[in-house]
T-cell receptor, first 111, second 113 residues
Framework: GEDVEQSLFLSVREGDSSVINCTYT??????LYWYKQEPGAGLQLLTYIFSNMDMKQDQRLTVLLNKKDKHLSLRIADTQTGDSAIYFC???????????FGKGTTLSVSS | EAGVVQSPRYKIIEKKQPVAFWCNPISGHNTLYWYRQNLGQGPELLIR????????DSQLPKDRFSAERLKGVDSTLKIQPAELGDSAVYLC???????????FGPGTRLTVL
């Protein structure tokens, strides 16, 4: 079935780059997403990538997609303490009706 | 423009009691979603509405959960009776036509004692 896997924790120092990785199972996914969730808040869409692209850059965020390996990554350049949050990778389900989320990666940024 | 509004933000009830959550989507968004997020997990879809029609409720435990979106705008999700395992954050999201860009509310954190 559809499944999205992520590593659970990442700890970095302020100013370093963070790379959060994700693997997914549904090769027919048209879009893949990264959401951010801060404590006590809902999910905020950070960025997404269309499946015919292999890279997308948006300010400090770079998304890399390897369709062959079904691997998605989110790189945050110059990571700040305000980037501390849980990051979710998501794909659209086969029916195209909803998002399938990973369990989330907790990013901890120390100063 | 206001985002997705949910109330209450927190709810604590005893098991076997009923509980209801309310969601008002972003104005003009015809698609509304209810997700459940268990501790340490990603959100999982419970039900999806297009206007007032529930188009995907396959993951909604229908013995105790019900939802409505009578006028195709705001929505209510109900649990009756609640069980200990229902403790979670219930998230509402909305989108305009496309499942791709969903906007989430802050969620209702339910604790069942």
């Amino acid at each position: 079935g559809e499944d999205v896997e992520q590593s659970l924790f990442l700890s970095v120092r302020e100013g370093d780059s963070s790379v959060i990785n994700c693997t997914y199972t549904d090769s027919s996914s048209t879009y893949l997403y990264w959401y951010k969730q801060e404590p006590g808040a809902g999910l905020q869409l950070l960025t997404y990538i269309f499946s015919n692209m292999d890279m997308k850059q948006d300010q400090r965020l770079t998304v890399l997609l390897n369709k062959k390996d079904k691997h998605l990554s989110l790189r945050i350049a110059d990571t700040q303490t305000g980037d501390s949050a849980i990051y979710f990778c998501a794909e659209i389900n086969q029916a195209g009706t909803a998002l399938i989320f990973g369990k989330g990666t907790t990013l901890s940024v120390s100063s | 423009e206001a985002g997705v509004v949910q109330s209450p933000r927190y709810k604590i009830i005893e098991k076997k009691q009923p509980v209801a959550f309310w969601c008002n989507p972003i104005s003009g968004h015809n698609t509304l979603y209810w997700y459940r997020q268990n501790l340490g997990q990603g959100p999982e879809l419970l039900i999806r509405y297009e206007n007032e029609e529930a188009v995907d409720d396959s993951q909604l435990p229908k013995d105790r959960f019900s939802a409505e979106r009578l006028k195709g705008v705001d929505s209510t999700l109900k649990i009756q009776p609640a069980e200990l395992g229902d403790s979670a954050v219930y998230l509402c999201a909305s989108s305009f036509l496309d499942v791709a860009e969903q906007f989430f509310g802050p969620g209702t954190r339910l604790t069942v004692l």
